[in-house]
């Protein structure tokens, strides 16, 4: 059993999943053979399509099929909004959540000089020369609320305002259903201060 | 994004995964294509392997890219001591755990009436074939000890008799390392049962 060298690749290669360890990866391949080999089958056309055909989108830089996302070719949406963001994976929670009807840009990332991320690697060259374009009149910055992503924001901020761009950045505070006492200081001091008159 | 079908199939794809629900799907997803292309490909390649190459050993039922597989093909095994367990997770386990150097015969699961599963659905047929051949001596029951596990145990039990083969059960109490005061009731009645001189 252990020297079936097939069975063996399928269980190593399961472990590129996030979260997927050496006992999780012996389950998965265990029911995918004993009891689901349609789903294994179709899971193998699927990620093979994906890594062929997904690459990024020339515009916003989001994952996409087409040299230009269906967002950014979308004409419905309101092309002087542009909302920048860290990942793809921001621009999906934004999009099931709010109405907001603007562009993205997705970085690759966020600033973090440590890790050899700066201005270039993230692209914000491409983000530059967007803005240049003189289409886009607001930025709202929607990277995270932690270190990097505060300096990220900063950074984008300046070179809106070098080009009379108005930069927002969306409110930290409280979450809705949260309870005052379980919240951590830094949220509660940023609530405080970015309070709004009733 | 959301209408990216070559994205959106993957995520579904995934979820044919044991444990994985819309939020690991994307998650995976996500991850795959922007930080793993190498390992999706290769996963893509390993499941199209397997799916394509696995199927039962003629002998033990287990899972095996040849007709039969490399533990019933050992020489160096003894072919007189015959375990019979549920699934092939149960061999591995069974390998990696113990120094059993006898052959096996895996269960298509365990009887099971109310869930269609008789004799003849989990493989008893073969097994009794094999017990006619006369080259086992000893059947070493290593079902789960569930009802159904205890119900399958039995049955093969009373058909080793018939046959004049010896059948054992593999020991049942309290599990190395367990404390007596949070072993379940069931398990501590067993060990009191099943004592053995010192």
């Known amino acids: 059993m252990q020297s079936e060298p097939v069975l063996h690749n399928l269980m190593q290669a399961l472990r590129c999943l996030p979260g997927v360890g050496q006992k999780s990866a012996q389950r998965m391949t265990l029911h995918l053979l004993e009891r689901d080999r349609q789903g294994a089958f179709k899971l193998a056309q699927s990620l093979a399509e994906a890594v062929d055909k997904i690459g990024n989108c020339k515009t916003c830089q989001t994952l996409s099929s087409s040299e230009v996302c269906g967002l950014c070719s979308d004409p419905q949406r309101e092309q002087q909004l542009l909302c920048v963001v860290e990942t793809p994976?921001?621009?999906?929670?934004?999009e099931s959540a709010t109405s907001f009807k603007g562009m993205y840009f997705v970085l690759n990332g966020r600033l973090s000089p440590l890790d050899g991320l700066g201005p270039a690697e993230i692209g914000l060259d491409q983000l530059a020369e967007r803005i240049k374009q003189g289409v886009i009149q607001e930025i709202i910055l929607a990277t995270n609320p932690t270190i990097e992503g505060e300096a990220t924001a900063h950074y984008i901020s300046e070179m809106a305002k070098k080009h009379n761009v108005i930069a927002t950045r969306i409110a930290h505070g409280v979450p809705f259903g949260g309870e005052l006492e379980y919240i951590d200081s830094g949220t509660l001091s940023h609530a405080f201060n970015g309070r709004s008159e009733v």
Chains 1, 2 share one sequence.
Do not use: F
């Open 89 to 94: 994976a921001d621009v999906m929670a934004i």
